[in-house]
């Protein structure tokens, strides 16, 4: 039946041959972190369900599912979050990950001054004005008191800029590299930042102290009690620490005062921080305790008074335990788009890109007339450049031309070019070029890297059956109503009600909503959205609920079932939550009695959709046969 060639095909359905590489492949992937179980029972298991899930897949093909633009637009968003984490150059990024972690092993003291322009406003003010305030600096001028009156980082601006001591992945990436770069005592030149233009100046640098743990007690001092607050606080902090003093234990005084809700349940305890993640003098309170069990005398930082007890300090530690952490900051950091630029830089080497200033430049000369006012303001038509078809760049052979870019930056826009025109276009050329480049490369993934294929195959395989399920189960059982009703007709006996009652079950807040709510009940005729009106109010909206329905006695306990009598309202039942409940009772029912199919459908289209998935695995086993090649499956299986 198998030929020598294909030796090692596992089974084939409908003549497609399937191998026992991709078999085990899937197998062993889909084993939950468990030893795979190779013993015959589970592999012929698992064969079955592989089978059938690859039939599915191959009929959603001839349907053509994959066309869907649902499912192309699904496919196209999964491709572009997968290839990031290929599309990037891995000797850079370990590169990366290493300097971090050196990094770390420095904290260091910054003051800074930062002129804010955002990327794609005018850059030339901004950096004017930096570049004026360095130069001040530069011949003198002190550099606190500059901050305290230029910077636009309102954060630090009343500590002249003070940023306190920071250390690798707190900052961007940019700032971070001009601090680690610059040396103690000096101020750097004006540099770039996705924030706008800085300047830094490094105070002071030492090695790292690693992390600490600790507990503490607050009192807070709220702004809205004043002076008041501010005495009241110092009292209660006060009143802590002799406690303290007095041998009283530290777990017993931060239940009495502390105000922190977050860690009073844990005895004070906080998580185990480092520098630049607490209050400047919260961190230097805390890392000067000595030894386990220090306490400090109180702290004050914005959000009131604290006593700072010593748990534990930890140093940095080795580089092997930190690198997976680190690995994934640097991936989530701006620093992680270096290692993407290099690795677009060497995808456009290697596919011949080239670049056309000219025209470019001819695009950029057309976009700098778009008028800033007037009924036409900043607006952008690709309408006027489908006459402009020169390639802008080139790539693997393929033209980019003006007309290209001018599409793209409409979608970019929606056809507003906001700020100087110039500038903003010049930035949009970049995205165009990275986005093409980028979507280049994703499609090669597929032909180039086995894991990506793999996974690609595997979620457009998913996405095609989610569609085809739908098609055949899921949203056939709640469409077909005739065949639905068919179904319910033809296994009635298995959807009854046990012994019960219809009625309406009234459930009063307290005993003065249930004095009110029995008088209500006792006239003729009331209904139960009149009581609810009467009852409920915007002041008190849940003095009485009401649900009405069919019931059974063996699952209705909350009043007697000797109380339930038809046509009567039954005597009220506390509950342990306080509550009374009332049941008004239309009907009584001794023996089992036939449920309708609304009353039903919830389980009635769930053993639909059971019925229908199991003729259709049947359908499909009929239409592509499977072979199995017992030789292979034998060298598969370990007792």
Known sequence: MFSSVSAQTLFSFGGTPVSKQEFLRVYEKNSLNKKPDFSEPALREYLDLYSLFRMKVQEADQQHLDTLPSIE?????????????????????????KEAYDRMKEEIHVQHILIMSPLGSDTLVAYNKIDSIYKAIQKGADFVETAKAVTEDRGSKES?????????????????????????????????????????????????????????????????KGAEGEKEAKRRIDSA?????????????????????????KNGELQPFGVGHVAPSFEEAAFALKNPGDISQPVRTDYGYHIIKLIEKYPLQPFDSMKTAIKKKVENDSRAQTARDIFMDKIKER???????????????????????????????????????????????????????????????????????????????????????????????????????????EYRDGIML????????????????????????????????????????????????????????????MKDEDLVKALNSDAKPEE???????????????????????????????????????VKVEDVYKTPTQKSLDDARGYVVAEYQDYLEKQWNEQMRQKYRVIVNEDVFKSMVKN
């Open 544 to 582: 009485v609920t009401v649900q009405h329905g069919h019931y059974e006695f063996s699952k209705f306990k909350d009043v007697p079932e000797a109380s339930i009598v038809k046509g009567k309202v039954t005597a009220p039942v506390k509950t342990p939550d306080g509550k009374y409940v009332v």
């Open 351 to 457: 596919n011949g890109f080239k670049e056309y200033p000219a025209a470019l430049n001819a695009m950029l000369d057309k976009v700098a007339r778009i008028p800033d006012t007037g009924k036409n303001a900043n607006s952008f038509n690709p309408e006027d450049y489908k006459n402009m078809t020169q390639p802008v760049f080139s790539l693997a052979g393929k033209n980019y031309t003006q007309s290209d870019l001018a599409s793209f930056a409409f979608n970019l826009t929606h056809g507003r070019l906001n700020g100087p025109k110039r500038a903003t276009f010049s930035d949009i050329y970049k995205l165009y070029v990275n986005s093409v480049v980028n979507d280049f490369e994703e499609h090669k993934l597929v032909e180039e890297n086995p894991d990506f294929k793999n996974l690609m195959e």
């Open 241 to 265: 620490m002799r406690e303290l003093k007095s041998g009283v234990p530290f777990e017993q005084v931060v239940q009495k005062y502390s105000d922190d809700k977050f860690s009073r349940d």
């Open 73 to 97: 637009h699904e496919l196209d968003n999964y491709r572009k979050q997968l290839a990031k984490n290929y599309l990037t150059d891995d000797e850079v990024t370990n590169k990366l990950i």
């Open 466 to 525: 989610f569609e085809l399920m739908d098609r055949n189960v899921w949203g056939k059982a709640s469409r077909d109503s005739t065949g639905l009703e068919t179904f319910y007709n033809s296994h009635k006996n298995k959807y009854m009600w046990d012994p019960g009652f219809v009625g309406s079950v009234y459930r009063f807040k307290n005993e003065a909503a249930l004095k009110e709510g029995q008088k209500l009940l006792a006239k003729k005729d």
């Open 160 to 224: 002249g800029g003070d940023l306190g001591y920071v250390t690798a992945l707190q900052t961007v990436y940019p700032f971070e590299n001009v601090m680690y770069n610059t040396p103690k005592g000096k101020v750097s030149a004006p540099f770039r930042t996705q924030f706008g233009y800085h300047i830094v100046k490094v105070v002071d640098r030492r090695p790292a102290r690693g992390e600490v743990k600790v507990a503490h007690i607050m009192v807070a001092t709220p702004k809205s």
